[in-house]
């Protein structure tokens, strides 16, 4: 089992920045892969980024060049740094990660984007 605790969601204006952190319960060296995905009121959930277990990164089109995602090994945590902020980007935000071909999904954090 792997339990995921996202953090550092809010209300930020838009332009502004946010970094989402996403503590794992193990050591998520060897997670097959782990995501950030975010759905908006209305609107089915959506990949926004993710990470493979060599370090290859994608990005969602409405996001690329804005959003970053990385990981720490040593503490365990995903993050993803979102810069321009805009109000399409509220969302719930859930970290993801699939581990022995296992998805495991966190609680989400709000985020919300004021124009």
């Known amino acids: 089992q792997v339990q995921l605790v996202e953090s550092g969601g809010g209300l930020v204006q838009a332009g502004g920045s946010l970094r989402l952190s996403c503590a794992a319960s193990?050591?998520?060296?060897?997670?097959?892969?782990m995501a950030w995905y975010r759905r908006a009121p209305g609107k089915q959930r959506e990949m926004v980024a993710r990470?493979?277990?060599?370090?290859?990164?994608n990005y969602a089109d409405s996001v690329k060049g804005r959003f970053t995602i990385s990981r720490d090994n040593a503490e365990n945590t995903l993050y993803l740094q979102m810069n321009s902020l805009r109000p399409e980007d509220t969302a719930v935000y859930y970290c993801n990660a699939l581990f022995h071909w296992s998805d495991y999904w966190g609680q989400g954090t709000q985020v919300t984007v004021s124009s």
């Open positions: 990470i493979i277990s060599g370090g290859t990164t």
């Open positions: 193990k050591s998520i060296f060897s997670f097959n892969l």
